[in-house]
């Protein structure tokens, strides 16, 4: 059964503001998404009749509150089908849940000479821990190119993976190209030589399959504010047998067992990771948010947002001159293009002065930028409350803006 | 050559007749189209500033304590507002650009508006072009 996509948008109330004198038309979804009104006042509901620290104090708003946060981790668990609720930490987004593996999986596991594996088309965040984690423990960092496509060539990935690989992390989405990176297939290589792997799913786990058991992740890292949940919360998942075995990253309280001068012994999962009063409302409205997205089908958002894709790169490649970046087999809810003799960011402040919200620029991916020999491009990225009526908008306002740039 | 007030009170006025930021965006692209491009010679790794989206040229030279700059972008935008910054201060007394206020940025509504002034590199420029009034003035090379 299709989406009603007239009733999720009247779920998200900015859908219907005006910018610059137009009808919002949002399509920087990559960059963060809207908020439904649900997630809004579970936050609202919080800060009026519930508002307390947690885990510490013996009064009612205290254990109000632990019990919202804690019921958050175990939707969080049951969304991405983790084995425990323990395997789910808290942080404040994808980038520090990298840093956090980088930091402490690096400490436990990663010796001189050892290799680190990443992609050229990562996001620095999920590439710039790992080289520091690398030059921190003399490790050698190594990256898996992509073809023309945008696909990730496996044949070198294949090549580079040895005993001597300790950890290999990647998006599942690439975020300045679209491409859905081939994850299950890409795990299963890495434990063959007996490495981990942490999948980046900042831009899969609101578009695509995200079971972290039938993906057999070791760590998996996504934020909160681009599944249409809060900012300032973001998630780690990693497996048991990893978390225990790993030292803290940060301490202070809560990840503390006894303290004294002598010695200190930390917390049992998640809260080792977890060190002194944490985003207590983000889980709050993450769950809020979940449970927005547990209110549809998955397979019908898939098939609306693959809809619009499909309408997207239709629709653009009419426009003389433009070209599209990322066209890998399998693709994912971006469309990012540039078009002949026109600057990037000309055409999205055009844009934005039509209504239309896209992002110009590298997109924090300077690699992938590089190896496409230019230095941005133009990304509408979308969400499952865009509508065709979103995509004809922004080629409409493109159509404008190139009369204004003289073409 | 009128004072760099006068000028900018003249850029003031230009926008008044100018109410939607559509025809304002289109002013600053006729202006970037009708500047003249930079030399080859001038786009040097030097003269880039840093801190854009677009790559932006700024060529500056001090002769007798006045400012003399020349600029270039591939972005049409961000050229139209070089040329603005180019109007006000090329040309001028050191001094007079060390102690200038901008205030057109204000007046105009383009300091609210140009949100993104990190991307456009607006600051960037201003920035490197008071650091170069400031030497000019004190003589140095």
Not at chain 1, 173 to 178: A, C, H, K, T, Y
Not at chain 1, 200 to 204: F, I, N, T
Not at chain 2, 89 to 93: A, I, L, T
């Given at each position: 059964m299709a989406i009603d996509i007239q009733k999720i948008r009247s779920d998200?109330?900015?859908?219907h503001s005006e910018v610059n004198g137009h009808p919002l038309t949002y399509l920087d979804n990559a960059a963060t998404t809207q908020k439904p009104q649900s997630v809004i006042e579970a936050i609202t509901q919080y800060y009026t009749t519930y508002n307390s620290n947690i885990h510490?104090?013996?009064?009612h708003l205290s254990s109000l509150a632990t019990e919202a946060h804690e019921s958050g981790r175990r939707t969080v668990q049951r969304y991405i089908n983790a084995e425990h609720e323990h395997e789910i930490i808290f942080t404040r987004g994808t980038t520090e849940s990298i840093n956090l593996v980088a930091f402490a999986f690096g400490e436990a596991f990663v010796n001189p000479g050892d290799e680190v594996i990443v992609t050229q088309m990562d996001h620095h965040s999920n590439f710039v821990p790992w080289q520091m984690m690398c030059e921190r423990r003399q490790a050698h960092f190594r990256v898996i190119p992509f073809d023309e496509n945008g696909e990730l060539q496996l044949e070198v990935y294949e090549n580079l993976l040895s005993e001597k690989t300790r950890i290999v992390a990647f998006n599942h989405?690439?975020?300045?190209?679209?491409t859905v990176n081939p994850a299950k297939k890409m795990i299963d290589m890495a434990h063959k030589v007996g490495a981990a792997v942490l999948v980046?799913?900042?831009?899969?786990v609101q578009h695509i399959a995200h079971d972290v058991r039938a993906l057999d992740a070791d760590f998996y890292a996504f934020s909160g504010h681009k599944m249409y949940g809060p900012t300032g919360i973001g998630v780690l998942y990693g497996k048991e047998r990893w978390l225990d075995a790993m030292p803290p990253y940060q301490s202070g309280g809560e990840m503390i067992d006894l303290v004294t001068a002598e010695k200190t012994t930390y917390n049992k999962l998640p809260f080792k990771f977890e060190a002194g009063t944490p985003n207590i409302v983000g889980p709050i409205g993450l769950a809020a948010a979940i449970d927005y997205l547990n209110t549809l089908s998955f397979e019908d958002i898939q098939a609306h947002e693959d809809q619009l894709l499909a309408y997207g790169r239709e629709r653009l490649l009419e426009i003389e001159g433009l070209r599209i970046y990322g066209n890998a087999k399998e693709q994912s809810s971006i469309l990012a293009f540039n078009i002949e003799g026109i600057h990037h960011y000309d055409l999205g402040t055009l844009l934005d002065t039509q209504g239309v919200a896209v992002r110009t620029g590298h997109h924090c991916t300077q690699p992938i930028m590089a190896a496409l020999g230019i230095d941005g491009t133009v990304r509408a990225s979308l969400a499952l409350y865009n509508s065709m009526q979103d995509i004809d908008a922004l080629v409409t306002a493109i159509r404008k803006a190139l009369k204004m740039l003289g073409r | 050559m009128e004072s760099i007030q006068a000028l900018q009170n003249e850029i003031i006025e230009d926008f008044s007749f100018l109410p939607q930021w559509e025809e304002r965006y289109a002013y600053l692209i006729e202006l970037g189209q009708k500047m003249e491009p930079l030399i080859e010679e001038y786009k040097t790794e030097e003269n880039i500033v840093r801190g854009c989206q677009s790559t932006v040229w700024l060529h500056r030279e001090c002769i007798e304590g006045k400012v003399h700059l020349l600029a270039d972008s591939d972005s049409l935008i961000v050229k139209g507002l070089a040329a603005l910054l180019l109007k006000v201060?090329?040309?001028?007394?050191a001094e007079d650009v060390l102690a200038a206020d901008l205030s057109f940025f204000a007046e105009t509504g383009m300091d609210q508006h140009l949100s993104s002034q990190r991307a456009n590199g607006l600051m960037a420029m201003i920035e490197q072009i008071k650091a170069f009034a400031a030497k000019c003035a004190a003589n140095e090379p």
């Open positions: 998200f109330p900015i859908l510490r104090a013996a009064h989405v690439s975020n300045s190209l679209g980046d799913a900042a831009q899969s | 201060f090329s040309g001028q007394p």
